[in-house]
């Protein structure tokens, strides 16, 4: 029986619109394609939310991969905590979960600066059992570390958990520790599959 879901973050309780932001600049599809490659389509980003490195060290190693955008680069990450906003079902559907007798975690790739800049504006937060954000233990999705430190702090049992999230590649590692995994396309798809696995929602 089901008695815990944990949600990834971006594209799944908020809406990451990195992509919104580079079309709204009117880049030409090139500059499109370079300052993706050097940013979140990177290895660099997961660096980001790893929260080894310094921000300013990923930063000058984005702009050294595709050195002919470098203003436009600096731009993105001047401007990537306003890119992610809160989906509207979000603190609902958390709500309703709990009202209905269910743990609620959150497990998400997450920077430092990016966390601790938007965590207060999220109104699911205020309701959530917990959760592990990846800078905060030097891991990310999908290695299993990451899985590890949640099945831990909260003594979760992955067979009567179930996983959101928005990367097939998370879904996979999830699966393989024992997890029920929903790959998230969109609200109304979860919620189908959620239910599906006669979780009351």
Known sequence: MINTIIFDIGNVLAHFGWKDYLLSCNYDEETLRKISNATVQSDI?????????????????????????????????DNIHSMIVEYDYAAGLVKRLK?????????SNYSKASYESQKDGFEFIKHIDGGIVSYKIKHVKPEAAIY????????????????????????????????????????GQAIGELRELEVQI
């Open 148 to 187: 590890h430190a949640l099945i831990e702090e909260y003594r979760i049992n992955p067979s009567e958990a179930v996983f959101l999230d928005d990367l097939q590649v998370n879904i996979d590692a999830a699966k393989e520790l024992g997890f029920n995994a929903i790959l998230f396309e969109c609200y």
């Open 99 to 107: 009202g209905n007798g269910y743990k609620v975690y959150i497990l």
């Open 45 to 77: 980003w997961l660096e980001w939310d790893r929260g080894v490195k310094e921000s300013r060290e990923l930063i000058e190693l984005s702009c050294l991969r595709e050195p002919s955008v470098e203003k436009e680069i600096r731009d993105f990450y």
